[in-house]
T-cell receptor, first 115, second 111 residues
Framework: DSGVTQTPKHLITATGQRVTLRCSPR?????VYWYQQSLDQGLQFLIQ???????AKGNILERFSAQQFPDLHSELNLSSLELGDSALYFC??????????????FGPGTRLTVL | AQSVTQPDIHITVSEGASLELRCNYS??????LFWYVQSPGQGLQLLLK??????LVQGIKGFEAEFKRSQSSFNLRKPSVHWSDAAEYFC?????????FGTGTRLQVFP
């Protein structure tokens, strides 16, 4: 158990809908990262928040957005969903704000299926 | 551009045999390097990391990896594989703002 929690575990929805994925980082970690894992794209970094502020952006679509709240939990919002958004979405957390040299602890993921 | 290559998509070994998973990276500076393991239905767990210093790094579960700058490689090894090692293994390069992952190697272990 990494100490990172993600809800829900599974999400099934229809095209055009909007969903929210939630992540609670390990106690004491200030950074939260979001990743998307799909068969065709592999594991892709989406976005990072550090202590409530956006720190880095990766391959995140404009239809997707995220935020980190004062209690450090984070939410990833996916809107106007398409079939291709079906994937496993991971959240990770770390103590520091530099992705490269901080160990990231991963949550179990949320599996999103868009029908 | 920075990239990570794991040339072996799928590897099958017998239990008790030795294992080496290959990882090559493309990065201009000295990289931060990681190996993660993903068991079915699970998140990623860090096996080991290299930041600097000794190029032979010991990790959890009996794994080790060797950083070879001249070959731009960071191969993962284990002397004797256990059936519970069956999983997907990801090599990653740490940049300032993100981790770049390889495409993964799926390890199958036969009894």
């Amino acid at each position: 158990d990494s100490g990172v929690t993600q809800t829900p575990k599974h999400l099934i929805t229809a095209t055009g809908q909007r969903v929210t994925l939630r992540c609670s980082p390990r106690s004491g970690d200030l950074s939260v990262y979001w990743y998307q894992q799909s068969l065709d794209q592999g594991l892709q970094f989406l976005i990072q928040y550090y202590n409530g502020e956006e720190r880095a952006k990766g391959n995140i679509l404009e239809r997707f957005s995220a935020q980190q709240f004062p209690d450090l939990h984070s939410e990833l919002n996916l809107s106007s969903l398409e079939l291709g958004d079906s994937a496993l979405y991971f959240c990770a957390s770390s103590v520091g704000g530099v992705a490269g040299n901080n160990e990231q602890f991963f949550g179990p993921g949320t599996r999103l299926t868009v029908l | 551009a920075q990239s990570v290559t794991q040339p072996d998509i799928h590897i099958t070994v017998s239990e008790g045999a030795s294992l080496e998973l290959r990882c090559n990276y493309s990065y201009g500076a000295t990289p931060y390097l990681f190996w993660y393991v993903q068991s079915p239905g699970q998140g990623l767990q860090l096996l080991l990391k290299y930041f600097s210093g000794d190029t032979l790094v010991q990790g959890i579960k009996g794994f080790e990896a060797e950083f070879k700058r001249s070959q731009s490689s960071f191969n993962l090894r284990k002397p004797s594989v256990h059936w519970s090692d069956a999983a997907e293994y990801f090599c990653a390069v740490g940049l300032t703002d993100k981790l770049i992952f390889g495409t993964g190697t799926r390890l199958q272990v036969f009894p």
